[in-house]
């Protein structure tokens, strides 16, 4: 028995059959089952039998990129993640595959769409991402668009694909649509979300609008995807297909599966598709902090030396009131946002808020505190006066309200 052989496994009553896995010893078999999961076996309390030799990596076919005048010219820009992983039959184990032609293997519905072209950015988990990999994936993106993208679809992990959404959304100034899209479940698994998300995200890609969205799951079911601004979306659940949720608003729009019919429910939310130039001022500060409040969280947990931090605080935008000295003394920008999911940050309304504006805090109004983080950092490189740029709506993050504590 070896990597990659088809096994059926007895245990107690209990029968198993699957691909074996690499294991950490020679106790244990490892096999990964139909269904996507794997389950893992004391080799002296079952019986295994062989049921199938290992099989070589799945035949290569020639994929056809395109070439059809009457298609609009998608490009695929891959950063890792599990939205076109396939599965090598010699270890069972699950394979990420980038450039576009493996991308059309693993997704053969995006065959006849559009035409294709692909770069990969980087080959990572998506926990790995760092400010300067948001500025390298938004030249790459600007790069596509100025080569003739009629748009451009971002293959990305799913744990922090709002973060790199966000980034992109305030480095690049796009004429056509960029949408982001990831994968909850693996292509080996019968639930997995590749297909239905993949071909989703093309077709956004191919419609009539500007901007940068997230197309993920609309719901449990395999009918349609929802379309999210990408300053405005929250990864909510750890695992469901549906994770993703838009936050303090509506979604955008959403694409029928079998149609691939996008219809935009805000359209006054996105912007309309154009042949102006593509802008991109992709440079981020990185020296920016992110403290979220909790009650007896002492002030020092701030960094005096930074040149910006954004604090998720209680309600309206709290903060204990020994913090108010401490944000006082900072030469930095400070900006509050609100650990609520939803509402606005209004510092007007308590006496702990108007001292902490006082003291030179900014309200980030109804800005998602990762959003905020992500902004600042671009703000700070970018804007001639961050401060009064993290009070403005820029790229859909924020919105004005006469009421803002409401």
């Not at 993208?149 to 959304?169: L, P």
């Not at 030396?305 to 030469?331: C, K, P, Q, R, Y």
């Amino acid at each position: 028995m070896t990597e990659g052989d088809r096994v059926r496994v007895e245990k107690q009553g209990s029968v198993f059959e699957g691909v074996v896995m690499p294991s950490s010893d020679d106790e244990q078999v490892v096999v990964k089952l139909d269904d996507g999961y794997n389950v893992g076996v004391a080799r002296d309390e079952a019986n295994v039998e062989v049921v199938g030799e290992v099989e070589e990596q799945g035949v290569e076919h020639d994929v056809a990129l395109g070439d059809d005048e009457d298609l609009p010219t998608v490009a695929l820009i891959s950063t890792g993640g599990t939205i076109a992983s396939t599965v090598d039959y010699r270890t069972g184990a699950v394979t990420a595959q980038f450039d576009a032609e493996d991308v059309l293997r693993a997704v053969p519905e995006l065959a006849g769409r559009a035409n294709y072209r692909g770069r990969v950015v980087s080959n990572i988990l998506s926990e790995n991402m760092t400010p300067q990999r948001w500025g390298e994936l938004a030249r790459a993106v600007g790069d596509e668009i100025e080569e003739g993208a009629d748009g451009v679809v971002v293959m990305h992990g799913t744990d922090t694909m709002a973060y790199s959404a966000s980034a992109v959304s305030f480095a690049l100034d796009t004429p056509v649509p960029v949408v982001f899209v990831g994968s909850q479940r693996s292509a080996d698994r019968p639930s997995s979300d590749n297909v239905v998300n993949a071909v989703c995200a093309v077709e956004t890609a191919k419609s009539d609008v500007s901007g940068v969205f997230v197309c993920m799951h609309a719901d449990r079911s395999d009918g349609e995807c929802t379309l999210h601004r990408g300053t405005r979306v929250r990864k909510s659940h750890t695992s469901r297909r549906d994770a993703f949720e838009t936050v303090g608003r509506h979604p955008v729009g959403k694409v029928d599966y079998e149609t691939g019919d996008v219809e935009w429910r805000r359209r006054d939310e996105v912007g309309n598709r154009g042949d102006g130039d593509v802008t991109v001022n992709g440079s981020f500060n990185e020296n920016v902090q992110h403290v979220k409040f909790t009650p007896g969280k002492d002030a020092s947990v701030i960094d005096g030396s930074a040149d910006g931090v954004v604090i998720e605080g209680t309600g309206l935008g709290h903060t204990h009131t020994d913090w108010i000295d401490t944000i006082d003394a900072h030469d930095g920008v400070v900006v509050m946002t609100s650990q609520c999911i939803e509402g606005r940050v209004c510092d007007r309304v308590y006496d702990t808020g108007r001292d902490l504006l006082d003291a030179g805090v900014v309200e980030a109004e109804d800005t998602l505190p990762e959003t905020a983080y992500v902004k600042l950092m671009w703000a700070l490189r970018n804007a001639d006066e961050p401060e009064e740029a993290m009070r403005e709506e820029i790229a859909g993050e924020l919105t004005r309200s006469s009421r803002p504590w409401t």
